[in-house]
């Protein structure tokens, strides 16, 4: 059979979708899913090829998500063939999943048939009647966590995101799932119920989908979410930001005897927290192949920051949102860059990338900084609100969908932006009057002067 990472999704690039909402994840499944069905297709060519070179007189076919055999047989007992012939075209369904896996023990079943068609041995036993269907014995979940990552990566390609999404799930599974115990309807629910909080609960039913959809159970996953309560988030506001760059200076000033390596870390976060600041980044997007070339490139002529295609949503050029910002945190200075060169030269893993993105926030939490890297990054969003960007435009900048802009990041949108937003609002309704007011002098003042011109030149004609 295909070796499905090498042969199967090597020609295969998934959409790169702007966020990880349930359009974009529906997005990739059904990219991917119409990749494997034609690779699936494919590969039932050449296993019939096969079977038609040596000679065995069956063939496979996929219908609806399962591989049929079909062949020329005896009749069944009590059918009856209208022309009075004792042998007719039939289609055996034996269960078989529509899958690489499912092909290989298809193949298989169809050359045993072809056996007993060639001795003239076949016989219609409840195998072959559908009574007795082909199904794959019942196993534990500590059972299937064994051959769990093998599963997941034969339905997608294998990639940095890919890898990085895994991680979270077999997470999920070990925490939630790994039990001595068959796999079955009650058993799953039961599993998913062991998560208490709205996150791990959404986690723990993704999950479940898979599993469910693996060993066809039947399970309304709905009534197992929990409501999604808001919690508050310590947004950093302008102020907050500027001043909180200067911490990374007063940080080592506290330190008695600063070790060098301490000096080069202090930088390279300090020259982080600048980036996220300006851009909305991130913070994988910073460690994860940044084009840092580019940034300090004479050719940047717009300031702009390159993600590299391998990130959560892929390559994106971001604008700076506080172009002044650029210069206050000094973040194209050569030594910091060439330090956050040598930082994220490294080969990066879902597991390394996590830890460097975990080292950030608890440096953050270190030097006494208020605020998570995220909440820089929520920053900008609800900034980008408040200077009237359109919303489409600060989403693509930000590298999530409209749909998550105004339904997730609003939710951070707290009181003081929203009376901001309404003081704005009225500021720039009374400009706008006053410039109606102006209009209105500069009208009556237009009318006034065409008055006394028509009134020199019937002097100068007279």
């Known amino acids: 059979m295909k070796?499905?990472?090498?042969?199967?999704?090597?020609?295969?690039?998934?959409?790169?979708?702007?966020?990880?909402?349930?359009?974009?994840?529906?997005?990739?499944?059904?990219?991917?899913?119409?990749?494997?069905?034609?690779?699936?297709?494919?590969?039932?060519?050449?296993?019939?090829?096969?079977?038609?070179?040596?000679?065995?007189?069956?063939?496979?076919?996929?219908?609806?998500?399962?591989?049929?055999?079909?062949?020329?047989?005896?009749?069944?007992?009590?059918?009856?063939?209208?022309?009075?012939?004792?042998?007719?075209?039939?289609?055996?369904?034996?269960?078989?999943?529509?899958?690489?896996?499912?092909?290989?023990?298809?193949?298989?079943?169809?050359?045993?048939?072809?056996?007993?068609?060639?001795?003239?041995?076949?016989?219609?036993?409840?195998?072959?009647?559908?009574?007795?269907?082909?199904?794959?014995?019942s196993i534990s979940f500590r059972e299937f966590y064994e051959q769990f990552e093998s599963f997941y990566f034969s339905t997608r390609k294998r990639n940095l995101k890919s890898e990085n999404t895994y991680q979270g799930v077999i997470r999920c599974y070990r925490r939630h799932f790994l039990q001595d115990i068959p796999i079955n309807s009650e058993n799953l629910v039961n599993c998913i119920l062991t998560s208490k909080t709205p996150h791990t609960r959404e986690h723990a039913i993704k999950?479940?989908?898979?599993?469910?959809?693996?060993?066809?159970?039947?399970?309304?996953?709905?009534?197992?979410?929990?409501?999604?309560?808001?919690?508050?988030?310590?947004?950093?506001?302008?102020?907050?930001?500027?001043?909180?760059?200067?911490?990374?200076?007063?940080?080592?000033?506290?330190?008695?005897?600063?070790?060098?390596?301490?000096?080069?870390?202090?930088?390279?976060?300090?020259?982080?927290?600048?980036?996220?600041?300006?851009?909305?980044?991130?913070?994988?997007?910073?460690?994860?192949?940044?084009?840092?070339?580019?940034?300090?490139?004479?050719?940047?002529?717009?300031?702009?920051?390159?993600?590299?295609?391998?990130?959560?949503?892929?390559?994106?050029?971001?604008?700076?949102?506080?172009?002044?910002?650029?210069?206050?945190?000094?973040?194209?200075n050569p030594e910091n860059i060439n330090l956050l060169k040598d930082y994220v030269d490294r080969e990066i893993t879902p597991s390394s990338l996590a830890g460097m993105v975990t080292n950030l926030s608890k440096f953050f939490s270190n030097i006494g900084l208020k605020f998570t890297p995220y909440d820089l990054r929520h920053a900008c969003a609800i900034r980008a609100h408040l200077q009237g960007v359109p919303i489409k435009a600060a989403s693509d900048n930000l590298g999530h969908s409209v749909d998550i802009h105004t339904k997730v990041y609003q939710r951070w949108f707290g009181l003081e932006n929203r009376r901001k937003a309404f003081q704005q609002t009225a500021e720039n309704n009374n400009e706008v009057d006053k410039l109606k007011d102006e209009v209105l002098c500069l009208n009556k003042r237009i009318n006034q002067l065409e008055t006394e011109l028509a009134r020199y030149k019937l002097k100068v004609m007279m």
């Open 3 to 137: 070796d499905i990472q090498g042969e199967v999704f090597n020609d295969f690039e998934a959409p790169t979708t702007t966020d990880g909402s349930f359009t974009g994840r529906q997005t990739v499944a059904k990219a991917t899913q119409k990749h494997l069905q034609m690779k699936l297709e494919q590969e039932i060519v050449e296993v019939n090829q096969r079977l038609k070179t040596s000679k065995t007189k069956v063939t496979i076919h996929s219908r609806k998500g399962t591989i049929q055999l079909r062949a020329t047989l005896p009749l069944k007992p009590m059918d009856v063939d209208l022309k009075g012939k004792h042998r007719k075209q039939y289609t055996i369904s034996l269960g078989i999943p529509a899958s690489f896996d499912g092909l290989k023990t298809a193949e298989e079943e169809a050359q045993e048939l072809g056996k007993l068609i060639a001795r003239q041995t076949f016989a219609w036993t409840d195998k072959y009647l559908g009574i007795k269907a082909y199904k794959k014995e």
């Open 207 to 332: 999950l479940g989908y898979i599993i469910a959809k693996k060993f066809n159970l039947k399970i309304d996953f709905k009534i197992l979410k929990l409501k999604i309560e808001k919690n508050e988030r310590n947004i950093p506001s302008d102020k907050d930001i500027t001043m909180g760059y200067f911490c990374f200076d007063l940080h080592l000033q506290k330190i008695k005897a600063v070790k060098p390596k301490s000096i080069k870390s202090n930088k390279i976060y300090k020259l982080i927290y600048g980036l996220i600041a300006v851009y909305g980044l991130r913070p994988r997007e910073i460690m994860n192949q940044p084009d840092l070339n580019w940034f300090v490139s004479s050719e940047n002529k717009n300031c702009t920051f390159k993600v590299h295609e391998s990130n959560k949503t892929g390559y994106r050029e971001v604008f700076p949102f506080v172009s002044e910002w650029v210069e206050l945190f000094d973040i194209k």
